[in-house]
């Protein structure tokens, strides 16, 4: 007879092993089936976040960064380091190290939570009224029944019709999470989130950097005064940046015993060129991934993107099956995806989960590091709302002073009238750490006169969120 759950959740992503934990804690009897292998071929929960998304890069980021900052920042303090040498393939080990702990801690927590794990494909087979059939194809392969699925089945990286992915030459995220030693010269296909934190950590190992980017502006989505002083601070630092340019043909050739890879674009002004470099990362999105899922034995309804369609609150076109994360609409952000799952396993207990995308904050972790959460200025003038704005610089904090990273500032916009804050942009040191307060601010739907009348600690960067609530009412006491 086949095991029967009340809950089955296929993907162990941040949306899937937070749905399951969440639910087992609400008493359900909970499965989660996830396909990830590691290198041994073992199982790898934690989806594209922990295998080859937002912790790979952070550890690469911050290792790069301590290279960076011994070669050229260290000497600023008065320390003299000579001789530095880089041994990628140990700096590439540490960063699987660092996966293999979260892959392990996930395990931990699913045995911790009673969560039953199941490495394999999870396929749905039959609906009936018993509940839904899936097959699970892996190592042990079985059937089993499911009350109710939450399907959390991510994305993948979106690659060019014209030059798919081979991971040695042309790379997605994955292959570029494990370039094995550093490229003299590295292309990269779209300046996004993925894109500046790929570039930032070859070229702070010494990769010379040429970014090409379709759109004409840059970072379309962050507040345009933050962009630009981004912007500024990427080509101090040596990244070439295109922008509104039109990729034509690529083409892998050898070049002697070398092998390389040529681009063909041309620039916003129409002008033809031709980059070559030698290793080349295509960031040109992600596309929501049903592979191997098969929704049409349940009927699951997908739109034209080949997202799983949902409701405000993760409900399918299928009663009993729900979604979460990057297989649905909305940004995709592992955090997103967990708010997600603990809202839908709570609905699932007969609760009221909420996710309030208003205030999902976003975070592009390159240096200067650039968070933000709520509307834009732009935003706000499209709309006609009517805001002030406080402006505050990193130049006139004593702690970025002390830390010797005074780049940037916190910009914040409140309501003309009610002074509700509308949103909080920073583009500068510990912008994702800075980024918090923000956020639960505008969840209890603070005033930027009550951050101004918040003691913050001194010398601190957060002094800076401070300075910037009071120059919204034009009163800065430091600038
Ligand atoms: C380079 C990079 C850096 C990123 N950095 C950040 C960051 O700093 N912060 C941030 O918030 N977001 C970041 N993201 C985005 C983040 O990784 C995703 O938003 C997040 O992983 C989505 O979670 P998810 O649970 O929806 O899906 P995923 O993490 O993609 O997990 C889906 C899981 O489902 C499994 N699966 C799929 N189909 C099946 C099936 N049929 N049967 C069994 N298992 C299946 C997959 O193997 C996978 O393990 C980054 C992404 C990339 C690529």
Known sequence: MNKTFDVVVIGAGPGGYIAA?????????????????????????????????????????QSSEHFE????????????????????????????????????????LFKKNKVTFMHGRGSFVSSGPEGFGIQVS?????????????????????????????????????????????????????????????????????AEVT????????????????????????????????????????????????TEVHVAYKNAKGESFALEVDKLIVSIGRVPNTVGLNP?????????????????????????IWAVGDVVRGPMLAHKAEEEGVAVAERMAGQHGHVNFNTIPWVIYTSPEIAWVGQTEQQLKASGRAYKAG?????????????????????????????????VHIVGPMASELIAECVMAMEFRASSEDIARICHAHPSLSESTKEAALAVDKRTLNF
């Open 21 to 61: 934990i969440r639910a087992a804690q609400l008493g359900m009897n909970v499965a989660c089936i996830d396909e990830w292998k590691n290198a041994a071929g073992g199982p790898a929960p934690g989806g594209t976040c922990t295998n080859v998304g937002c912790i790979p890069s952070k550890a690469l980021l």
């Open 69 to 108: 900052q011994a070669n050229h920042h260290f000497a600023d303090h008065g320390i003299d380091i000579k001789g530095i040498s880089l041994d990628v393939e140990r700096m590439v080990g540490r960063k699987d190290a660092v996966v293999k702990q979260n892959n392990e801690g996930i395990l931990y």
């Open 138 to 206: 892996g190592a042990n392969s079985e059937q089993i029944t499911a009350k109710q699925v939450v399907v959390a089945t991510g994305s993948n990286a979106r690659a060019l019709a014209s030059a798919p992915f081979d991971e040695e030459h042309i790379l997605s995220n994955d292959g570029a999470l494990r370039i094995g030693a550093v490229p003299k010269r590295l292309g990269l296909i779209g300046s996004g989130v993925i894109g500046l934190e790929m570039g930032s950590v070859w070229r702070r190992l010494g």
């Open 211 to 258: 970014v090409l980017e379709g759109l004409p502006t840059f970072l379309g989505a962050v507040d345009e005064q933050i962009a630009k002083e981004a912007k500024k601070a990427f080509d101090k630092q040596g990244l070439k940046i295109e922008l509104g340019v039109q990729v034509g043909e690529i083409q892998v050739a050898k070049k002697g015993k070398h």
């Open 296 to 320: 049409e034995a349940v009927g699951l309804k997908l739109d034209e993107r080949g997202a799983v369609v949902v409701d405000e609150e993760c409900r399918t076109s299928v009663p009993g």
């Open 391 to 423: 402006t505050f610089p990193f130049l006139a904090n004593g702690r970025a002073r002390a830390l010797g990273d005074t780049t940037g500032m916190v910009k914040m916009l409140a309501d003309a009238v009610t002074d509700e804050i509308l949103g």
